[in-house]
């Protein structure tokens, strides 16, 4: 999924752009995610559970951790990605996507689903990663949480990979720029090498490995300048090869306006109803986490009340301290030295 053998490359020869972080250290942060990878996580995780309680789960750990998530779905994919997405649902024993744009009937559960929970989902134009990348470049989100390497040729700045409810999971944090810094070449640069290692929109070059693609653009920069450089022999070019429509779809920005995001309080029996009424999920399993929910929340407002208190303590004391040195009739004057004397004469 999204560019071969990207990764290894990086950790081979950029490891500086890599960090290894906690689900903690995203306190605070709004991260978008791509929906479609979350959800197939779970499907090949637990096939024979709904993957509506995965992301059940998973939203109300990310919220017990003051992570504001926003829930990006896949629109209508490139014509180009086809071929790929069909092969991937045959590798997996799935249906064959439909890839009109219509949202499916799983599609509407999540909705369904993270509205009850109360967090904000966004519609994209085509693929998640491109319109998450674009959240990020807007400074509407901070980060974008997915497994598809390819929201770094998209332009995401900083990409999140293994952010889950596993306590023992370590999150690991891939930065664009300092990638682009180690690698000495312009984003622009970036997405052909991308495209040379192997991507979803079009077919790549035989035989050519990540180090010698990298190698290739550092020296002459476009995908055009490399054809002209490499022995067709043993890298024969493919026939009708659409690198410049895949060039394409990787750098122009999705065409859609970032909406205002909102998160609200969960509808406990909202969810209850879909999740165990409809999708005949235990409700008991249901309940029980619901209240952990409730439970963790109660004692984090609780927190933030002692601390305001204290915060107000702190500053009553600090205000009665300078409201006693201002009742002072007469500055203390020092006569020590006649340049003191002097600044005291102009200061009337």
């Known amino acids: 999924m ?38 197939n996580q779970f499907r090949a995780a637990t096939p024979t559970l709904s993957p ?31 071929p790929v997405l069909e092969k991937r649902a045959e590798a997996a024993g799935w249906n064959p996507p439909r890839c009109t744009g219509t949202a499916s009937s799983q599609t509407k559960d999540c909705l369904e689903l993270l509205k009850h929970l109360g967090v904000p989902v966004i519609q994209a134009p085509g693929d998640a990663e491109a319109l998450c990348a674009h959240l990020v470049k807007k400074k509407a989100v901070d980060a974008v949480a997915s497994e598809d390497m390819d929201t770094l040729p998209f332009g995401a700045n900083i990409l999140i990979r293994q952010l889950n409810a596993k306590r023992d999971s370590e999150v690991v944090e891939y930065s664009l720029p300092k990638l682009l810094e180690k690698l000495q070449i312009s984003h622009e640069e970036f997405v052909d090498f991308c495209i040379l290692l192997g991507c979803d929109y079009c077919d790549k070059i035989p035989g050519l490995g990540p180090k010698k693609a990298l190698t290739l653009i550092q020296k002459h920069r476009t995908i055009e300048n490399v054809v002209l450089h490499i022995n067709k022999q043993t890298h024969p070019v493919p026939h009708s090869w659409k690198y410049k429509e895949a060039r394409k779809i990787f750098l122009d920005a999705p065409q859609s306006p970032v909406p205002k995001l909102v998160w609200k309080e969960p509808d406990e029996e909202a969810v209850v109803r879909f999740l165990c009424h409809v999708k005949h999920t235990k409700e008991e399993r249901i ?41 002072r009739a007469h500055p203390v004057e020092s006569t020590s030295s006649s340049g003191d004397n002097n600044k005291k004469h102009k200061s009337k």
Do not use: C
């Open 52 to 82: 509506l309680t995965g992301l059940f789960f998973r939203t109300l750990t990310f919220l017990e951790h003051d992570i504001k998530p926003v829930f990006v779905f896949d629109g209508k994919p490139p014509v180009e990605k086809t």
């Open 287 to 327: 309940r029980h986490r619901m209240a952990k929910f409730r439970e963790k929340q109660e004692i984090k407002r609780e927190e933030k009340e002692k601390e305001k208190a204290a915060g107000h303590n702190r500053q009553t004391h600090m205000e009665e301290f300078f409201r006693v040195t201002r009742k």
């Open 2 to 39: 999204g560019i071969t053998k990207l990764t290894d490359l990086i950790r081979s020869v950029a490891r500086d752009a890599i960090s290894h972080k906690d689900i903690s250290d995203y306190t605070g942060k709004i991260i978008a995610l791509d929906t479609s990878v979350v959800v």
